[in-house]
Protein backbone atom coordinates (compact mmCIF):
# COMPACT_ATOMS: atom_id res chain seq x y z
CA UNK A 1 0.00 0.00 0.00
CA UNK A 2 1.00 3.71 -0.88
CA UNK A 3 2.49 5.62 2.55
CA UNK A 4 -0.61 7.34 4.06
CA UNK A 5 -0.78 10.32 6.80
CA UNK A 6 -1.02 8.89 10.63
CA UNK A 7 -4.30 11.12 11.80
CA UNK A 8 -3.14 11.54 14.55
CA UNK A 9 -0.84 13.67 14.08
CA UNK A 10 -2.16 15.67 11.63
CA UNK A 11 -2.19 19.16 13.32
CA UNK A 12 1.17 18.24 15.51
CA UNK A 13 4.28 20.03 13.96
CA UNK A 14 6.49 16.58 14.39
CA UNK A 15 10.15 17.38 14.36
CA UNK A 16 11.28 13.70 14.73
CA UNK A 17 10.51 10.20 14.93
CA UNK A 18 11.41 6.94 15.73
CA UNK A 19 10.58 3.34 14.57
CA UNK A 20 10.89 0.35 17.31
CA UNK A 21 10.82 -3.09 16.54
CA UNK A 22 7.13 -3.08 17.34
CA UNK A 23 6.50 0.31 18.66
CA UNK A 24 6.74 3.61 17.21
CA UNK A 25 7.96 7.50 18.56
CA UNK A 26 6.93 10.97 17.37
CA UNK A 27 8.79 13.89 18.84
CA UNK A 28 6.42 17.22 18.60
CA UNK A 29 7.93 21.18 18.05
CA UNK A 30 6.77 21.38 21.98
CA UNK A 31 8.64 18.53 23.40
CA UNK A 32 6.42 16.08 24.04
CA UNK A 33 6.70 12.20 23.10
CA UNK A 34 3.80 10.66 21.27
CA UNK A 35 3.90 6.92 21.33
CA UNK A 36 1.62 4.12 19.72
CA UNK A 37 1.93 0.41 18.41
CA UNK A 38 2.74 -2.73 20.72
CA UNK A 39 2.27 -1.91 24.64
CA UNK A 40 4.24 -4.62 26.51
CA UNK A 41 6.43 -4.25 29.15
CA UNK A 42 5.22 -0.60 29.04
CA UNK A 43 7.62 0.16 25.71
CA UNK A 44 5.14 2.60 24.85
CA UNK A 45 5.36 4.61 28.25
CA UNK A 46 1.68 4.88 28.91
CA UNK A 47 1.79 3.20 32.40
CA UNK A 48 0.15 0.03 31.30
CA UNK A 49 1.07 -2.82 28.50
CA UNK A 50 -1.97 -2.00 26.12
CA UNK A 51 -1.50 -1.57 22.47
CA UNK A 52 -1.81 1.82 21.30
CA UNK A 53 -3.45 1.74 17.78
CA UNK A 54 -2.90 5.67 17.36
CA UNK A 55 -0.39 7.90 18.55
CA UNK A 56 -0.76 9.09 22.33
CA UNK A 57 1.04 11.46 23.92
CA UNK A 58 2.92 10.36 27.14
CA UNK A 59 1.71 12.20 29.71
CA UNK A 60 4.44 11.05 32.34
CA UNK A 61 6.47 13.43 30.60
CA UNK A 62 4.51 16.53 30.89
CA UNK A 63 6.58 19.13 31.94
CA UNK A 64 9.74 18.29 30.65
CA UNK A 65 11.16 19.13 27.48
CA UNK A 66 12.10 16.36 25.59
CA UNK A 67 14.73 16.97 22.38
CA UNK A 68 15.26 13.57 21.45
CA UNK A 69 14.01 9.73 21.56
CA UNK A 70 14.91 6.83 20.32
CA UNK A 71 13.07 3.22 20.15
CA UNK A 72 14.66 -0.26 21.23
CA UNK A 73 14.13 -3.25 20.02
CA UNK A 74 11.70 -3.09 23.39
CA UNK A 75 12.91 -0.26 25.14
CA UNK A 76 12.93 3.65 24.70
CA UNK A 77 14.86 6.53 25.66
CA UNK A 78 13.83 10.08 26.02
CA UNK A 79 16.61 13.14 26.22
CA UNK A 80 15.73 16.31 28.45
CA UNK A 81 16.84 19.71 27.03
CA UNK A 82 18.62 20.05 30.20
CA UNK A 83 20.56 16.89 29.46
CA UNK A 84 18.51 14.05 31.07
CA UNK A 85 17.66 10.80 29.98
CA UNK A 86 14.72 8.98 30.61
CA UNK A 87 13.77 5.49 29.78
CA UNK A 88 10.98 2.97 29.93
CA UNK A 89 9.87 -0.55 28.42
CA UNK A 90 11.86 -4.34 28.80
CA UNK A 91 14.50 -3.54 31.66
CA UNK A 92 15.35 -8.08 30.84
CA UNK A 93 18.74 -7.34 30.15
CA UNK A 94 19.34 -3.69 32.38
CA UNK A 95 18.66 -1.80 29.16
CA UNK A 96 16.68 0.90 30.69
CA UNK A 97 20.15 1.42 33.25
CA UNK A 98 18.71 1.65 36.52
CA UNK A 99 20.44 -1.16 38.10
CA UNK A 100 17.90 -3.89 38.11
CA UNK A 101 16.52 -5.63 35.41
CA UNK A 102 12.66 -4.83 35.61
CA UNK A 103 10.55 -2.87 33.16
CA UNK A 104 9.16 0.23 33.60
CA UNK A 105 5.58 0.93 32.49
CA UNK A 106 6.65 4.73 32.53
CA UNK A 107 9.60 6.97 31.87
CA UNK A 108 11.81 7.01 34.45
CA UNK A 109 15.28 9.24 34.85
CA UNK A 110 18.57 7.38 34.73
CA UNK A 111 19.67 8.15 38.19
CA UNK A 112 23.66 6.91 37.27
CA UNK A 113 23.51 10.06 34.61
CA UNK A 114 21.56 12.62 36.55
CA UNK A 115 25.11 14.22 37.19
CA UNK A 116 26.25 14.15 33.55
CA UNK A 117 24.34 15.92 30.90
CA UNK A 118 24.20 14.15 27.77
CA UNK A 119 23.82 15.39 24.30
CA UNK A 120 22.79 12.28 22.02
CA UNK A 121 21.34 8.93 22.82
CA UNK A 122 20.45 5.85 21.33
CA UNK A 123 18.93 2.36 21.90
CA UNK A 124 19.54 -0.88 20.45
CA UNK A 125 18.22 -4.22 20.35
CA UNK A 126 18.52 -4.29 24.46
CA UNK A 127 21.13 -2.17 24.74
CA UNK A 128 21.49 1.63 25.13
CA UNK A 129 24.62 4.52 24.62
CA UNK A 130 24.72 7.90 25.53
CA UNK A 131 26.88 10.77 24.61
CA UNK A 132 27.71 13.33 27.46
CA UNK A 133 28.21 17.01 26.71
CA UNK A 134 32.20 16.49 27.81
CA UNK A 135 32.24 14.00 24.97
CA UNK A 136 32.07 10.77 27.36
CA UNK A 137 30.38 7.96 26.18
CA UNK A 138 28.34 5.48 28.15
CA UNK A 139 26.77 2.04 27.37
CA UNK A 140 24.52 -0.78 29.38
CA UNK A 141 22.29 -3.65 28.39
CA UNK A 142 23.24 -6.66 26.75
CA UNK A 143 27.29 -6.86 26.76
CA UNK A 144 27.29 -9.97 24.37
CA UNK A 145 29.60 -10.08 21.46
CA UNK A 146 31.30 -7.00 22.63
CA UNK A 147 28.52 -4.70 21.79
CA UNK A 148 28.80 -2.67 25.04
CA UNK A 149 32.53 -1.69 24.05
CA UNK A 150 34.77 -2.61 27.20
CA UNK A 151 36.37 -5.48 26.36
CA UNK A 152 33.78 -7.78 27.53
CA UNK A 153 30.78 -9.33 27.00
CA UNK A 154 29.57 -8.85 30.39
CA UNK A 155 25.23 -7.36 30.43
CA UNK A 156 25.95 -3.85 32.57
CA UNK A 157 22.56 -2.57 34.09
CA UNK A 158 23.46 0.72 35.06
CA UNK A 159 25.26 3.19 32.07
CA UNK A 160 29.38 2.80 32.42
CA UNK A 161 31.94 5.29 30.36
CA UNK A 162 33.65 3.39 27.71
CA UNK A 163 37.14 4.01 28.75
CA UNK A 164 38.71 3.24 25.28
CA UNK A 165 36.87 6.34 23.87
CA UNK A 166 37.94 8.59 25.92
CA UNK A 167 40.60 10.32 24.19
CA UNK A 168 38.76 10.35 21.40
CA UNK A 169 36.52 13.55 19.88
CA UNK A 170 33.07 11.35 19.86
CA UNK A 171 30.29 13.56 18.10
CA UNK A 172 27.64 10.71 17.16
CA UNK A 173 26.78 7.39 19.12
CA UNK A 174 24.39 4.80 17.06
CA UNK A 175 23.27 1.71 18.24
CA UNK A 176 22.50 -1.28 15.63
CA UNK A 177 20.53 -4.68 16.40
CA UNK A 178 23.65 -6.23 17.80
CA UNK A 179 26.61 -3.44 16.97
CA UNK A 180 27.50 0.00 17.99
CA UNK A 181 29.67 3.08 17.01
CA UNK A 182 31.42 5.75 18.42
CA UNK A 183 31.54 8.56 15.37
CA UNK A 184 34.82 10.95 15.62
Known sequence: ????????????RVVAVEAGFIHSLALDAA??????????DGRLGHGDENHQAEPKIVSALAGVCICAV???????????????????????LGQLG?????????????????RRPIRAITAG??????????????????????????GDETHLQTPQAIRSLE?????HVVAGASHSFAVT
Open 1 to 12: PPPRRIDGLKDV
Open 31 to 40: GSVWAWGAGG
Open 70 to 92: SAGYESTLALSADGAVYSWGRGA
Open 98 to 114: HGTSDSELKPRLIAALK
Open 125 to 150: NKRALALARDGSVFSWGDGAGGQLGH
Open 167 to 171: ALDVV
